[in-house]
């Protein structure tokens, strides 16, 4: 596969990752709304920053950034979302997403180092680092 597929991929997946944790965000109940409504904000916000870094990279490695919602969902190797309804639910999914997204991560990583495309496999490292924290906290908050 190529860096360029290998990013858009990624591009897919993030823009999968912003639309189910808007849906979270606006549909999350229970105790824990208040965290968990802030928390879902704070990470479609982060994934909408790096949707644009990681089309921006690809342009300037030249590629073309897939950008409508049927490449994205063709591309993608994230699902939409299941009907998840309960906090927990919507927790566990996001887990599942982001191991996803890490496995396409260190893909781009290796494939970046093998290129000595520094740049791009920096990106891909720094954002390893925050899925890794994320898939982190996300467990810890269902006490796993």
Not at 76 to 82: G, H, S
Not at 128 to 142: G, P, S, T
């Amino acid at each position: 596969m190529t860096l360029q597929k290998l990013l858009n991929t990624q591009i897919a997946n993030w823009n999968i990752l912003y639309t189910k944790l808007h849906r979270f965000h606006w549909y999350v109940k229970g105790p824990l709304f208040f965290t968990l409504h802030e928390k879902f904000e704070e990470l479609y916000t982060e994934a909408a920053l790096v949707i644009d870094e990681t089309a921006e990279r690809l342009l300037a490695i030249g590629g073309e950034p897939i950008a409508t919602l049927k490449e994205y969902i063709e591309a993608a190797t994230l699902q939409e979302t299941n009907g998840e309804t309960t906090a927990n639910e919507m927790v566990q999914s996001l887990i599942e997403d982001y191991r996803k997204i890490n496995e396409g991560l260190q893909e781009v990583a290796v494939l970046a180092e093998e290129q000595n495309d520094i740049i791009t496999n920096d990106l891909a490292i720094g954002l390893i680092q925050k899925v890794d924290k994320h898939i982190w906290m996300l467990n810890a908050y269902l006490g796993e």
